[in-house]
């Protein structure tokens, strides 16, 4: 066998411990899953880390409990140093942490860059790109994520007290499997710029 084909062995395995030893702590990591460097990565329970996640953490990373995040994750705990005596950077990693507060729900395909800290209760829409913190409760989205919103202070507060946090209430067999049931359809609400056109 040549020297790739081990290696390759080597990090499914060790991938798979990996899972298996956050699944014992209440931690569900879905395959295929990157992450350079797994021993900076902190994760409170209950948590999910959907498919494609891709965590380079040369610095550390922090995730709260009741933290439902998308597939496709990216996380960057580091960059390059640009201004330094090389083109078009030099050897040197700028690294920062990475926080991730309770009761945050990231969508499909964001990007965190280094030092952000998104705080407890906030959203991050899907596509987004995380360049700067996020504030607790806080709606974001975009290419930088921009503030859109605020939930709801005294509903979240409500519902974290009476423990209505959606991963321990699957934990405890209180959310319905059938995706049927699950299932409630929006009507798209007509806008001034739709009537406009």
Not at 60 to 67: N, S, T
Request: overall charge positive; glycine content about 10%.
């Amino acid at each position: 066998m040549s020297g790739n084909i081990i290696n390759a062995l080597k990090q499914k395995i060790a991938q798979r411990r990996f899972q298996k030893q956050l699944r014992k702590r209440g931690v569900e990591l879905e395959r295929p899953f990157q992450i350079h460097n797994p021993n900076h990565l902190t994760v409170k329970s209950p948590a999910y880390i959907g498919p494609g996640a891709w965590l380079i953490l040369r610095g550390k990373m922090v995730v709260g409990e009741g933290v439902i995040i998308g597939p496709r994750l990216k996380v960057h705990t580091s960059n390059h140093h640009w201004q330094g005596e090389m083109l078009p950077y030099d050897d040197v990693y700028e690294v920062k942490d990475v926080e991730i507060g309770d009761n945050v729900w990231i969508g499909a395909d964001v990007s965190i860059m280094a030092g952000v800290r998104i705080g407890e209760g906030a959203v991050v829409a899907a596509c987004s790109c995380v360049t700067k913190d996020v504030p607790p409760l806080a709606l974001v989205g975009g290419n930088p994520a921009r503030i859109i919103k605020y939930r709801d202070k005294e509903k979240y507060d409500r519902l974290k007290e009476q423990g209505k946090i959606y991963l321990k209430m699957k934990q405890e067999g209180k959310i319905t499997g059938d995706e049927t049931k699950r299932c409630v359809r929006i009507e798209r609400q007509t806008t001034e710029d739709d009537a406009q056109g």
